[in-house]
């Protein structure tokens, strides 16, 4: 059974940092291509960053050079550095992957970047 659990989300000011993490259990963790995603309240969700099996990042433009999507293979964990955040970041993150070719979400963690 593929689970995908999201942490690390809180009120932080703008400017400020966070780290989420997600953690994944039931897949191959070391082979499986990993996706973060946002939904920002009355807004359809959309991708943050995608990361694959060879380590390679791909973004979203408007979080470029601003986020940053990595993986610890031994630990089954998906990373997402979030740094100089903006109120337009403030969002409901989620994990994504596609397994079996089945899609797979976390619940989700909140961020709010507000002063």
């Known amino acids: 059974q593929v689970r995908l659990v999201e942490s690390g989300g809180d009120l932080v000011q703008p400017g400020g940092s966070l780290r989420l993490s997600c953690a994944a259990s039931g897949v191959n963790f070391k082979i499986t291509t990993m996706s973060w995603y946002r939904q920002s309240p009355g807004e359809q969700r959309e991708w943050v960053a995608t990361?694959?099996?060879?380590?390679?990042?791909t973004y979203a433009d408007d979080v470029k050079g601003r986020f940053t999507i990595s993986r610890l293979n031994p630990r089954n964990l998906l990373l997402l550095e979030l740094m100089n955040l903006k109120p337009e970041d403030t969002a409901v993150y989620y994990c994504?992957?596609?397994?079996?070719?089945?899609?797979?979400w976390g619940r989700g963690t909140q961020v709010t970047v507000s002063s």
């Open positions: 990361i694959n099996s060879s380590g390679t990042t």
């Open positions: 994504h992957t596609i397994y079996w070719s089945r899609p797979f």
